[in-house]
């Protein structure tokens, strides 16, 4: 007899047969007549219904049946005469396979529910939140993002190209980088006064993690045409907001002979495929997070799906703040960074829908992105979402290997670690365009989860990385 999964058991119409089933237990209830057992193993978030007939088991072999033991049941998947499920398992043999002490497992309350212990609480453990019905709902849309994710691309000719995680250049020439270090290969790695003695280097070379896989991705877009890298990427930032991570996913198309327009196009297409993509994918874990943080989750992903994103300048998104009613913390003046509350304004207040903002002050963004025709401008593009803001950051890449080289001796970008890069503009170059989309700011936006730290399973931030 083959393992069914859950999932498959709730919608089968085949009853009437011998299965086996195995999972973790959510809660178990009855009288002394029978026992009711809810089983989940992950496959969805709903429980199969096992019923424990007392005239075939002895309350002594139920005993060790309790919240988040894990256990393998065979018996007769039949029609449920209950309310609240179609199929039931009516058990013959029921195996413990771990028990799971009542008085120490930390998920009792309402059968390993988000509810009775709180989403930070829930972050001390990360290992064991995959068992409540939240992180159950968002690790499965995770999984279905990601997977549209590369559905996306292999449907419209991208290749999926692999970029490195150690590296010697800081791509977004922002120095938010952690260093990577060899330790001395002497073991333990202690010094006397026992603090580790990280040697400085990695093999005599400096080397950090990677903050983006984009300038290798160009190096691939020059020969493949159009490709993405989907992979983890670091920044050193000491931020403590419900949007950063110092460890986050992106996803990051590169494509030659596209400008701005075709990269924005792209961008607002394979957004809005992705929300669909999970609406009608992930329709029960939705509903879940809708009913119990978001009412307006499904409404707001249906709404994206539905209408254009906004298209404006940096400028002119400046001067409506300018005239806007609402007072801001911080001023907003042309050539500054837009804060998240003036981004917030033009989504959330004045547009009402997603805006895709462009042409930046070429003094705020990186050295990579092309200078418009008036010399203060870059053709940049960023992607702000209600509740988000920033979802997408990408341009038009300078082309020109003259005005490349001029842009980054401007901003002491040093040309002589990035001659691989330079040599795309000696060697055939083209124009081209690309994006990075925050993967976690995406299954944010999709969960309707407040906080960035609770749709990726280790939230790496300041001073929580201990596994
Ligand atoms: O805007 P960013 O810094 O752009 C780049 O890295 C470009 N190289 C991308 C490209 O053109 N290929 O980052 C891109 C996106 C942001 O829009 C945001 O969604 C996300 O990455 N992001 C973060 N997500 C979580 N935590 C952080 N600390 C993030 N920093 C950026
Ligand atoms: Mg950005």
Redesign the pocket.
């Known amino acids: 007899l083959r393992r069914s999964r859950v999932n498959d058991l709730l919608t089968s119409t085949d009853l009437n047969r011998d299965v086996l089933v195995k999972g973790w237990v959510r809660t178990r209830r009855g009288n002394k007549y029978v026992q009711f057992i809810a089983l989940n193993d992950g496959s969805c978030l709903a429980t199969l219904q096992v019923v424990a007939d007392l005239s075939k088991f002895s309350e002594e072999s139920l005993k060790d049946i309790t919240t988040g033991a894990s256990v393998a049941v065979r018996g007769q998947l039949v029609a449920s005469q209950g309310k609240g499920q179609a199929v039931e398992v009516q058990a013959e043999e029921i195996t413990v396979l771990g028990t799971a002490d009542p008085e120490t497992y930390p998920l009792q309350k309402r059968g390993s529910d988000q509810k009775g212990i709180s989403l930070e609480a829930l972050r001390d453990i990360a290992h064991l939140r995959p068992r409540t019905n939240t992180f159950g709902a968002v690790l499965r849309i995770r999984h279905a993002l990601a997977f549209a994710i590369h559905q996306y691309f292999n449907e419209h000719g991208f290749y999926y190209v692999h970029t490195p995680i150690i590296t010697g250049s800081d791509a977004e020439g922002a120095g938010q980088m952690f260093r990577v270090t060899t330790l001395p290969p002497e073991h333990p790695p202690r010094t006397a006064d026992g603090s580790v003695d990280f040697a400085e280097d990695f093999f005599g070379k400096q080397t950090n993690l990677t903050v983006s896989g984009q300038l290798e991705g160009e190096l691939a877009a020059m020969a493949l045409g159009q490709v993405y890298t989907f992979g983890p990427t670091f920044r050193a930032e000491n931020s403590n907001t419900a949007r950063h991570l110092a460890e986050f996913w992106m996803v990051e198309p590169e494509m030659a002979f596209y400008d701005l327009p075709d990269n924005m196009d792209l961008a607002e297409d394979f957004l809005q495929s992705l929300v669909r993509y999970a609406l009608q994918h992930c329709a029960a874990d939705l509903q879940f997070l809708h009913d119990t943080y978001d009412k307006e989750l499904l409404g707001r992903l249906q709404f994206v799906v539905d209408n254009q994103f906004q298209r404006l300048t940096y400028t002119e998104a400046v001067e409506i703040l300018k005239t806007a009613k609402q007072k801001f913390e911080f001023p907003v003046d042309w050539g500054t960074d837009l804060q998240s509350e003036h981004e917030r304004y033009l989504v959330e207040k004045h547009f009402k829908k997603p805006v895709i903002l462009t042409n930046y002050p070429k003094d705020i963004k990186a050295f990579y992105m092309k200078l418009d025709d008036d010399g203060r401008t870059v053709r940049a593009m960023?992607v702000l979402f209600p509740g988000i803001g920033?979802i997408i950051?990408g341009s038009q890449r300078e082309e020109d290997l003259g005005k490349l080289e001029a842009r980054m001796a401007e901003m002491h970008v040093p040309a002589d670690e990035l001659w691989w890069y330079l040599d795309t503009r000696r060697f055939g170059t083209v124009p081209h365009s690309g994006f990075?989309l925050g993967f976690e700011r995406l299954v944010l936006f999709v969960t309707g989860m407040g906080n960035i730290r609770d749709v990726i399973p280790f939230p790496r931030y300041p001073k929580k990385a201990e596994f």
Do not use: A, L, W, Y
């Open positions: 960023d920033e950051g990075g």
